[in-house]
């Protein structure tokens, strides 16, 4: 019987410095056969430890089409994140999972997809966004794909790099912006939070569109509500919650929100499954 | 099923014949105590190990105060231990094999709790068997025992079990009121252990003076609510922020007794114990009541008052159990209603629902917190 | 004597000189009290007093029950002895403002140790032995008690701890160990004895501390350990011996006999007891010229 507390040992094979306090981890399996047998898909979590300190809830911030490594992307927040944030190239960690449910990008086919981002709430969305990315080149998918990701100030964006490759790609709509007072002088994207932009400045057009919106709870709310007065309906609104969480397994009874457990039953949810939710988050 | 007759005391000489079978026999005892204990001691009951039959207080009185739940979800659990060596890490298992375990003497409030456990810890939740509590449980057989004075607390009848049911149970003994007990084979692993008391089991017990015994216990309890109603009052998410929430909950002090001797309540917490460059990484009980069971590292917290965490455990006990885990989540056994320090009664909750759920368009109560 | 309380509280809700009146109302079962909280003057008939009445109630005015004193301008509480010197002590550690509370003293003779002892009466069959040598039966600082407050010396500065103190005390060092391993192998650090606590106020308890990690909040024997021993520390000087703590222990560990022990040290040391005088500062954070300093060694 295995041992479902026990994790895999990864190594780190690249430190990046994304923003202040805020890291991306390259990691690699130490054992062959587990790296062999490895496989996820976009919207799943896992839990990486520093070993030592505890074990800590990230999304796979990587896309399943690019198999070579995994990626985490965290802040550094308190004792399990600063342990992490001490690590170097060749450190090792430890891995479990991955856990959780996955986005449906299959159900998008043929559809326009709008990722909706702020903060350190990009990781998750990255994967998803290389994955249908990738997925499109293959053979054309998604009709297009937009972007409107914020931050509290141009140091804070995270994925800075990605942010203007996405700005180059054909197809694809990038809206950045920062939070009034986070401008620098050479910015040239817009002023102003996520769902404010959203609803004044980029206006979607809800026809044959999904809406996948990651981010604090305070953000996931005002953005569905600006959604809707853009006309969104409730299930082309698609999320990943967050919560707080210790097993990723649906055991320790932590991360509920009423009788759903984020963990197994999330963490992606449309608006639909977030309204019929109890007020518990 | 088989069935046969036990004298009462002769209790003891079977828990003589299951030690010296080589098992490990968990049996409730009471507490030593200090010379000169003072006006205000109490007996102290509790289920620990015994190695004779000397001294043990099986079917005598009521509820011990811990359960069977530290038996097979352990109190504290080293998952694995760790070395650090520069870059790399030893992971080290420190499983040790858990010995063949007989637990005598369970009330059948707390041999019901048993599935729903089961039904958290093994893999029929989403697919992941946590292999520490399935070998626990797959090496322990339980004695259970029917109850024949119940107390105020006490309320199985209320969440549709019995003081004589044998859910649960691998052999049931209900007393037939003339020292001798009745004995029900309901397991295999029950029958094993039968077969090890062989000597002192004799003749087929009487099936209708069990009846009858077991019957007249259940107009004893007289904490009786009408919990039917309750399950399909808190799916309706528009109750999740009713009233009586902050107006039952206000006197709650979070201190988690409830959830630690509440024999379905699961939820624990992972961390590791360092030494040094090795430690350990403990899996150990933890309280949905504790503040800052859901405090998010960005300082955001879902339930960040106490009526909304025993808003929270009475939703995990009447709903989440039964319609996520599909098993029971309240047993009525009383110990939270016994163990509150401010007098929380859990039952108090049922009637206020109840009482909600049969007036649904009543004047809201006249509450301090609209 | 609860009408004479009832009266009061009934005025100083209507008068608007208290947003709410912490009392004693009956509980779930016969034997039971629960506190309560009055808001609106038709309710105080709920107030009951008798020797049923064990909770000590001033924790619901220690911040660490922010949530509980939210809104609270003015607080009035019934208190008996013990509970007043609870509140008493609060004021002098600055938790507590002397004008945010109106205290209602009650006269008490002794309460009930458990439920299970109630059987209609107080009497030395189920009188608490926190109760035996009470000195502060007629309360000491009060805004309010019903009839004459008599005199009272309290000027002995030894309070009667438990004998149980004293067995202890006579065990050899191995035997004493063994007696505390046998009743913590039943903790599973639950933490009531910190929430019943008046004085256990700290916003991050030090147990729930994670960087660093102070105490293992597992409960092995380390944990266990090293929880009882800090709270018993962090509470020398400042406990007023209510017992809550034992009370509240699910498991029935007599936790406050490392508090009664202590107690002695620091009668013995600096012949003091903690919850009498609002402006005393206790001996462990103040520092006089005329200290003793012969036990430091």
């Known amino acids: ?281 | 099923m088989k069935t046969a007759t036990l004298n009462k005391s002769d209790i003891g000489k079977c828990i003589d014949l299951l030690v010296q079978s080589d098992l490990r026999v968990i049996a409730p005892r009471l507490q030593p105590r200090l010379d000169d204990e003072g006006t205000d001691s109490i007996d102290v009951l509790t289920f620990t190990e015994v190695d004779s039959g000397n001294d043990h207080q099986v079917g005598e009185g009521l509820l011990p105060l811990n359960g069977v739940k530290e038996f097979l979800f352990a109190k504290h659990e080293p998952l694995f231990a760790y070395e650090k060596r520069g870059k790399k890490v030893e992971i080290i298992p420190v499983h040790h094999e858990y010995p063949q375990t007989v637990i005598i003497g369970v009330r059948p409030c707390d041999a019901a709790s048993i599935a729903s456990l089961e039904s958290v810890f093994s893999d029929a939740n989403a697919g992941f068997e946590d292999p520490f509590f399935t070998e626990r449980r797959s090496r322990t057989t339980f004695i259970t025992y029917s109850c024949t004075a119940p107390d105020a607390s006490c309320f199985c009848t209320s969440v549709d079990l019995a003081p004589d049911s044998s859910k649960g149970s691998d052999l049931h003994l209900t007393e037939l009121g003339d020292g001798r007990l009745h004995v029900e084979v309901i397991t295999e692993a029950g029958e094993a252990v039968a077969k090890k008391l062989e000597a002192l089991l004799e003749g087929e017990g009487d099936q209708a003076a069990r009846e009858k015994a077991g019957a007249s216990v259940h107009e004893k309890l007289t904490r009786l609510r009408n919990s039917a109603p309750i399950m399909d009052w808190l799916m309706d998410t528009a109750n999740f922020d009713d009233e009586m929430w902050q107006r039952l909950g206000e006197k709650c002090i979070g201190c988690g007794s409830c959830t630690f001797v509440c024999p379905t309540c699961h939820c624990f917490d992972i961390v590791d114990e360092n030494k040094g460059s090795k430690g350990y990484r403990v899996k150990f009980w933890d309280s949905c009541q504790f503040d800052h069971f859901t405090l998010h590292a960005s300082g955001h917290n879902p339930r960040d008052w106490q009526y909304k965490r025993y808003r929270n455990r009475f939703n995990c006990k009447f709903k989440i159990y039964p319609e996520k885990f599909e098993t029971q989540g309240c047993v009525g056994c009383g110990r939270c209603i016994r163990a509150c320090p401010v007098n929380l009664d859990i039952t108090e909750y049922m009637a206020e629902v109840a009482h909600k759920a049969a007036n649904p368009n009543a004047m809201k109560a006249d509450s301090d917190f609209e | 004597m609860i009408e004479q309380i009832r009266n009061q509280a009934r005025k100083l809700l209507e008068d608007g000189d208290v947003d709410v009146v912490i009392g004693y109302a009956e509980g779930s079962d016969p034997a039971r009290t629960t506190p309560v909280f009055i808001r609106k003057a038709e309710d105080v008939d709920k107030l009951i007093y008798d020797p049923r009445c064990i909770n000590s109630l001033p924790l619901y005015l220690n911040k660490r029950h922010e949530y509980t004193r939210k809104g609270w301008k003015k607080t009035a509480i019934i208190g008996k002895g013990c509970d007043i010197r609870a509140i008493v002590q609060l004021i002098a550690e600055n938790q507590l403002k002397r004008d945010e509370i109106y205290i209602l003293g009650v006269p008490c003779e002794g309460q009930v140790s458990h439920p299970e002892k109630w059987d209609g009466s107080l009497h030395d069959g189920n009188r608490a032995s926190k109760c035996i040598g009470c000195d502060v039966m007629t309360p000491h600082e009060t805004d309010f008690f019903p009839g004459d407050k008599p005199d009272v010396d309290r000027s002995n500065p030894y309070e009667v701890t438990s004998p149980k103190v004293a067995n202890l005390m006579e065990l050899e060092l191995d035997k004493r160990f063994a007696f505390w391993r046998t009743d913590f192998d039943r903790c599973f650090k639950c933490y009531a004895c910190r929430e019943v606590c008046p004085h256990c106020s700290c916003n991050v308890c030090i147990t729930d501390e994670t960087t660093p990690s102070w105490i293992d909040p597992a409960a092995h024997k380390k944990g266990v350990f090293s929880w009882h021993l800090t709270r018993a520390m962090h509470l020398v000087g400042r406990c007023t011996g209510c017992g809550e703590c034992t009370r509240a222990c699910p498991m029935d560990i007599q936790v406050d006999l490392f508090n009664q022990r202590m107690k002695e040290v620091v009668q013995e040391s600096y012949s003091y007891k903690p919850g009498y005088s609002l402006e005393d500062k206790h001996p462990l954070i103040t520092y006089q010229v005329d200290d003793r300093e012969d036990f430091i060694k």
């Open chain 1, 1 to 281: 019987m295995s041992n479902i507390y026990q994790p895999d040992l990864m190594t780190i094979a690249k430190v990046i410095n994304e923003a202040p306090g805020i890291k991306t981890f390259h990691l690699k399996f130490q054992d062959e056969e587990v790296a062999n047998n490895f496989s996820f898909e976009t919207g799943q979590f896992g839990e990486y430890s520093a070993f030592g300190a505890g074990e800590s809830t990230f999304c796979i911030a990587s896309s399943p089409t690019r198999p070579d490594h995994i990626e985490c992307c965290f802040r550094e927040t308190g004792k399990n994140t600063a342990a992490l944030a001490n690590l170097t190239e060749g450190d090792t960690i430890g891995f479990r999972g991955p856990y959780g449910n996955t986005f449906p990008i299959d159900d998008w086919k043929g559809k326009k997809l709008i990722f909706i981002g702020g903060g350190i709430a990009l990781p998750p969305l990255r994967s998803v966004i290389w994955n249908c990315l990738d997925l499109r080149e293959q053979d054309g998918r998604y009709e297009h794909i937009s972007i409107v990701y914020g931050a509290k100030s141009v140091a804070d964006l995270v994925y800075k790099r990605e942010i203007e490759e996405w700005n180059e790609m054909d197809n694809v709509t990038m809206v950045k912006t920062v939070d009034p007072g986070g401008e620098t002088e050479d910015w040239d994207g817009h002023v102003g939070f996520v769902p404010h932009v959203l609803e004044n400045d980029f206006k979607p057009d809800p026809e044959n569109t999904i809406a996948i919106v990651c981010g604090p709870p305070i953000m996931i709310k005002f953005t569905f509500e600006a959604l809707e007065r853009l006309g969104f309906k409730q299930d082309q609104m698609v999320t990943t919650m967050e919560n707080r969480m210790k097993c990723g397994i649906g055991k320790c009874g932590r991360c509920n929100i009423g009788s759903t457990y984020v963990c197994i039953d999330g963490p992606v949810f449309t608006a639909t499954e977030l309204a019929a939710l109890p007020n518990d988050f």
